[in-house]
């Protein structure tokens, strides 16, 4: 009988194969660490409103400049910050999604 990982033959290949998927997850550690602390800003308006979102899709700055506040255009300002909030957002996706294709290699995997 063949020595291997637990007795069964081709063991070796079992131990390079667990070494490698040690090594992705270390990867993909490193990587989500990196895309949690990139930081996107939206941007509406010629900048009149701004919201910037970090890598773990948390808003941590608005800036509205005061000619954006009109209380008549109430219903304006706040589809301007929607739509700075999930422009910053869809920019933080798409770095995580490159960051951790980087690791996978484009391969899809299921909770990232």
Known sequence: ?????????????MQALLQ??????????VAQTQ?????????????AVRIKVNGKYEVVA????????????????EDMIKSAAN???????SNTDAMLSKVTGGMSLPGM
Do not use: H, T, Y
């Open 62 to 77: 608005v800036d509205i400049k005061p000619e954006a506040i009109d209380p008549s255009s109430k219903d304006i300002l």
């Open 35 to 47: 895309a949690e602390a990139f930081e996107a800003e939206g941007s509406v308006g010629g900048g």
């Open 20 to 29: 490698q998927a040690q090594k992705m997850q270390r990867d993909m550690q």
């Open 1 to 13: 009988m063949a020595k291997g990982f637990g007795g069964f033959p081709g063991g070796g290949n």
């Open 87 to 93: 422009e910053a957002v869809a920019k933080v996706r």
